[in-house]
Protein backbone atom coordinates (compact mmCIF):
# COMPACT_ATOMS: atom_id res chain seq x y z
CA UNK A 1 0.00 0.00 0.00
CA UNK A 2 1.67 2.90 -1.15
CA UNK A 3 1.92 6.15 1.60
CA UNK A 4 1.59 9.63 1.57
CA UNK A 5 3.53 11.46 -1.39
CA UNK A 6 4.38 14.73 -1.65
CA UNK A 7 6.02 16.54 -4.42
CA UNK A 8 8.30 18.08 -4.53
CA UNK A 9 10.69 17.43 -1.87
CA UNK A 10 12.63 20.44 -2.04
CA UNK A 11 11.74 24.13 -3.26
CA UNK A 12 13.67 27.39 -3.57
CA UNK A 13 11.69 30.46 -4.22
CA UNK A 14 12.07 33.99 -4.43
CA UNK A 15 10.15 36.27 -2.02
CA UNK A 16 6.91 37.65 -4.04
CA UNK A 17 6.94 34.60 -6.08
CA UNK A 18 3.83 32.21 -5.10
CA UNK A 19 4.60 28.31 -4.51
CA UNK A 20 2.81 25.18 -5.32
CA UNK A 21 2.79 22.22 -3.23
CA UNK A 22 1.24 18.96 -3.93
CA UNK A 23 -0.07 15.79 -2.08
CA UNK A 24 -1.54 12.27 -2.74
CA UNK A 25 -2.84 10.64 -0.32
CA UNK A 26 -3.47 7.21 0.40
CA UNK A 27 -5.91 5.21 -1.37
CA UNK A 28 -9.36 5.47 0.40
CA UNK A 29 -8.47 8.16 2.55
CA UNK A 30 -10.55 11.03 2.26
CA UNK A 31 -9.10 13.62 4.76
CA UNK A 32 -6.17 15.54 3.64
CA UNK A 33 -4.84 18.09 6.29
CA UNK A 34 -1.35 20.47 5.79
CA UNK A 35 1.04 21.77 8.63
CA UNK A 36 3.72 24.16 8.70
CA UNK A 37 6.70 22.59 10.52
CA UNK A 38 9.50 26.06 11.63
CA UNK A 39 12.17 25.65 14.25
CA UNK A 40 10.58 28.70 16.00
CA UNK A 41 6.98 28.00 15.98
CA UNK A 42 6.98 24.07 15.32
CA UNK A 43 4.08 22.31 13.85
CA UNK A 44 1.23 24.13 12.83
CA UNK A 45 -1.99 23.17 11.45
CA UNK A 46 -2.90 24.92 8.17
CA UNK A 47 -5.84 23.62 6.88
CA UNK A 48 -8.05 19.98 6.10
CA UNK A 49 -9.74 18.99 3.43
CA UNK A 50 -12.48 16.33 3.21
CA UNK A 51 -14.42 15.53 -0.29
CA UNK A 52 -13.17 18.27 -1.71
CA UNK A 53 -14.54 20.65 0.87
CA UNK A 54 -12.32 22.74 3.37
CA UNK A 55 -13.26 21.98 7.15
CA UNK A 56 -11.30 23.27 9.29
CA UNK A 57 -8.44 26.65 8.54
CA UNK A 58 -5.22 27.24 11.06
CA UNK A 59 -4.33 30.84 12.22
CA UNK A 60 -2.20 31.55 8.71
CA UNK A 61 -3.11 34.65 6.68
CA UNK A 62 -4.92 34.68 3.33
CA UNK A 63 -1.67 33.80 1.17
CA UNK A 64 -1.94 30.39 2.35
CA UNK A 65 -4.83 28.83 0.38
CA UNK A 66 -5.91 24.78 -1.04
CA UNK A 67 -7.70 22.71 -2.53
CA UNK A 68 -8.99 18.94 -3.17
CA UNK A 69 -9.64 17.20 -6.05
CA UNK A 70 -12.33 14.74 -7.02
CA UNK A 71 -9.03 11.75 -6.10
CA UNK A 72 -8.43 13.06 -2.88
CA UNK A 73 -5.41 14.41 -4.04
CA UNK A 74 -4.24 18.14 -2.45
CA UNK A 75 -2.33 21.00 -3.30
CA UNK A 76 -2.01 23.71 -1.26
CA UNK A 77 -0.50 27.55 -2.64
CA UNK A 78 1.64 30.42 -1.09
CA UNK A 79 1.04 33.73 -2.98
CA UNK A 80 3.54 36.54 -2.22
CA UNK A 81 6.51 34.39 -0.40
CA UNK A 82 8.12 36.21 2.24
CA UNK A 83 11.25 35.01 4.22
CA UNK A 84 9.09 33.69 7.08
CA UNK A 85 7.61 31.21 4.91
CA UNK A 86 10.57 29.22 4.61
CA UNK A 87 9.67 25.69 6.22
CA UNK A 88 8.50 21.86 6.25
CA UNK A 89 5.22 21.68 4.62
CA UNK A 90 4.18 18.58 5.83
CA UNK A 91 0.99 17.14 4.35
CA UNK A 92 -1.20 14.15 6.42
CA UNK A 93 -4.07 11.90 5.09
CA UNK A 94 -6.54 10.35 7.01
CA UNK A 95 -9.36 7.71 7.35
CA UNK A 96 -11.28 10.17 9.84
CA UNK A 97 -11.69 6.65 12.20
CA UNK A 98 -8.06 6.18 12.89
CA UNK A 99 -4.55 7.97 13.00
CA UNK A 100 -2.66 10.17 10.73
CA UNK A 101 -0.20 9.50 8.16
CA UNK A 102 2.16 11.66 6.94
CA UNK A 103 4.09 12.14 3.89
CA UNK A 104 7.75 12.79 3.70
CA UNK A 105 7.16 17.01 3.10
CA UNK A 106 8.62 19.76 0.76
CA UNK A 107 10.85 21.62 2.25
CA UNK A 108 10.49 25.08 1.17
CA UNK A 109 13.61 28.01 1.01
CA UNK A 110 12.57 31.31 0.27
CA UNK A 111 15.54 33.57 -0.23
CA UNK B 1 -9.48 24.76 21.51
CA UNK B 2 -6.67 22.22 22.58
CA UNK B 3 -3.28 22.84 23.68
CA UNK B 4 -0.22 20.17 24.16
CA UNK B 5 2.30 20.71 26.67
CA UNK B 6 5.93 18.84 26.36
CA UNK B 7 7.63 19.44 29.49
CA UNK B 8 11.44 18.36 28.07
CA UNK B 9 12.70 19.88 25.28
CA UNK B 10 15.51 18.03 25.06
CA UNK B 11 16.06 14.09 27.30
CA UNK B 12 19.57 13.11 27.52
CA UNK B 13 20.06 9.18 28.18
CA UNK B 14 22.49 6.68 27.97
CA UNK B 15 21.95 4.04 25.61
CA UNK B 16 20.10 0.67 27.09
CA UNK B 17 18.53 2.73 29.65
CA UNK B 18 14.85 3.82 30.29
CA UNK B 19 13.66 6.52 29.40
CA UNK B 20 9.85 8.98 29.67
CA UNK B 21 9.11 11.68 27.80
CA UNK B 22 6.15 13.52 29.42
CA UNK B 23 2.62 14.93 27.65
CA UNK B 24 -0.08 16.95 29.12
CA UNK B 25 -2.92 17.92 27.38
CA UNK B 26 -5.46 20.59 27.68
CA UNK B 27 -9.00 20.13 25.79
CA UNK B 28 -13.02 20.97 26.47
CA UNK B 29 -13.96 17.88 24.64
CA UNK B 30 -12.04 14.56 24.39
CA UNK B 31 -9.49 13.71 22.19
CA UNK B 32 -7.63 11.11 20.66
CA UNK B 33 -3.78 11.02 21.36
CA UNK B 34 -0.71 10.24 19.05
CA UNK B 35 2.96 10.30 19.67
CA UNK B 36 4.72 10.39 16.10
CA UNK B 37 8.59 10.74 15.96
CA UNK B 38 10.76 12.20 13.27
CA UNK B 39 14.14 11.67 12.30
CA UNK B 40 16.29 14.42 10.46
CA UNK B 41 14.87 15.80 7.29
CA UNK B 42 12.42 13.06 7.40
CA UNK B 43 7.96 13.64 8.02
CA UNK B 44 6.58 12.19 10.99
CA UNK B 45 5.95 8.44 11.79
CA UNK B 46 3.38 6.86 13.88
CA UNK B 47 4.48 5.27 17.32
CA UNK B 48 1.27 4.63 18.60
CA UNK B 49 -1.98 6.30 19.45
CA UNK B 50 -4.61 6.06 22.01
CA UNK B 51 -8.30 6.00 20.25
CA UNK B 52 -10.52 4.03 23.22
CA UNK B 53 -10.25 1.01 25.59
CA UNK B 54 -7.26 0.32 27.38
CA UNK B 55 -5.16 3.10 28.61
CA UNK B 56 -1.88 1.43 28.19
CA UNK B 57 -0.72 1.51 24.51
CA UNK B 58 1.17 -0.33 22.84
CA UNK B 59 3.41 0.97 19.88
CA UNK B 60 6.33 0.36 17.34
CA UNK B 61 9.94 0.05 18.35
CA UNK B 62 9.14 -1.08 21.60
CA UNK B 63 7.35 2.28 22.91
CA UNK B 64 4.44 2.66 24.84
CA UNK B 65 2.22 5.17 26.68
CA UNK B 66 -0.20 5.51 29.51
CA UNK B 67 -3.12 7.92 28.96
CA UNK B 68 -4.24 9.32 32.08
CA UNK B 69 -7.67 11.02 31.98
CA UNK B 70 -7.62 12.81 35.33
CA UNK B 71 -4.12 14.12 35.15
CA UNK B 72 -4.56 14.88 31.15
CA UNK B 73 -1.27 13.13 30.57
CA UNK B 74 0.04 10.56 27.65
CA UNK B 75 3.88 9.85 28.85
CA UNK B 76 5.41 7.83 26.54
CA UNK B 77 8.25 5.19 27.68
CA UNK B 78 10.94 2.87 26.81
CA UNK B 79 12.54 0.28 28.79
CA UNK B 80 15.58 0.34 26.81
CA UNK B 81 16.60 2.78 24.68
CA UNK B 82 19.35 2.13 21.35
CA UNK B 83 20.92 4.82 19.89
CA UNK B 84 18.75 4.46 16.86
CA UNK B 85 16.01 6.42 19.26
CA UNK B 86 17.99 9.28 18.85
CA UNK B 87 15.25 11.57 17.54
CA UNK B 88 12.57 14.00 17.83
CA UNK B 89 9.42 13.11 19.47
CA UNK B 90 6.02 14.74 19.07
CA UNK B 91 2.78 14.27 21.13
CA UNK B 92 -0.63 15.43 19.38
CA UNK B 93 -4.24 15.76 19.86
CA UNK B 94 -7.35 16.01 17.99
CA UNK B 95 -10.92 15.44 19.37
CA UNK B 96 -12.90 13.29 19.23
CA UNK B 97 -16.03 14.52 17.03
CA UNK B 98 -14.64 12.82 13.67
CA UNK B 99 -11.87 15.14 11.70
CA UNK B 100 -11.75 18.29 10.34
CA UNK B 101 -9.69 19.82 13.29
CA UNK B 102 -6.52 18.36 12.42
CA UNK B 103 -3.70 17.77 15.07
CA UNK B 104 -2.70 20.01 17.57
CA UNK B 105 0.88 19.21 18.60
CA UNK B 106 3.45 19.82 21.66
CA UNK B 107 6.65 21.74 20.51
CA UNK B 108 8.45 18.53 20.33
CA UNK B 109 10.94 16.68 22.64
CA UNK B 110 14.88 15.90 21.36
CA UNK B 111 16.02 12.12 22.89
CA UNK B 112 19.57 12.36 22.98
CA UNK B 113 21.06 8.46 23.71
CA UNK B 114 24.53 8.69 24.63
CA UNK B 115 26.62 5.55 24.46
Known amino acids: KAGVTQTPRYLIKTRGQQVTLSCSPI?????VSWYQQTPGQGLQFLFE???????NKGNFPGRFSGRQFSNSRSEMNVSTLELGDSALYLC??????????FGSGTRLTVV | AQSVTQLDSQVPVFEEAPVELRCNYS??????LFWYVQYPNQGLQLLLK??????LVKGINGFEAEFNKSQTSFHLRKPSVHISDTAEYFC?????????????FGKGTHLIIQP
Open chain 1, 92 to 101: ASSPLTDGYT
Open chain 1, 27 to 31: SGHRS
Open chain 1, 49 to 55: YFSETQR
Open chain 2, 27 to 32: SSVSVY
Open chain 2, 50 to 55: YLSGST
Open chain 2, 92 to 104: AVTPLRGGADGLT
